[in-house]
């Protein structure tokens, strides 16, 4: 889910968390307001920020909304020094799937201040039964995940082209 549509409770949650001990992460693409992030960002010890792409135009096609607020949330998130921000890419096929597209988000990734590691995470399909069992068409079709063979050539690329740690799923 998207805690940032919950920001209060959020906050009240990862707050009590972090008083009794308990190490605490978030995972989301960052399209909230950059203040609303901010409210978090004291109880956050991880900060796990999914970049599908960094191209505005096909970023809009795929998702319908553009990304140039969360790839500027990414540089404030970095920034601003309160938590670990670790890049997440779910690599989809037709996508982003090939070597420039996954490179350009490795490097926007190695640019960002203190960022040390990024996660490639293969495609699956496990919403399609959902869909199904709700009567509707799985928007993506039968596209069948990035091969593990695949994943390791992204993996050893951005490690030989960056300095930043990778690790395949997450």
Do not use: W
């Not at 809009?60 to 607020?69: A, P, S, Y």
């Not at 596209?143 to 994943?151: D, R």
């Amino acid at each position: 889910g998207e805690c940032l549509l919950q920001p209060d409770f959020s906050v009240g949650l990862l707050r009590a968390a972090k008083d009794i001990g308990i190490n605490t992460a978030v995972e989301s693409m960052a399209f909230a307001k950059y203040e609303t992030i901010d409210r978090l960002l004291p109880y956050l010890d991880t900060y796990l920020l999914d970049i599908k792409h960094t191209n505005a135009k096909k970023h809009k096609e795929f998702t319908g909304h553009e990304n140039d607020r969360m790839l500027e949330n990414a540089v404030r998130i970095a920034m601003s020094k309160k938590t670990e921000l670790i890049i997440r890419v779910p690599v989809i096929p037709g996508f982003n799937d090939t070597e420039r597209e996954i490179l350009d988000i490795a490097q926007f990734a190695e640019n960002l201040s203190g960022v040390k590691q990024i996660h490639i995470l293969p495609y699956h399909a496990f919403g399609k039964g959902k869909y199904e069992g709700l009567g509707r068409n799985y928007p993506m079709g039968d596209v069948k995940g990035p091969s593990s063979t695949q994943m390791q050539l992204f993996k050893d690329m951005i490690e030989k082209e960056t300095s930043l740690h990778c690790q395949i799923g997450g």
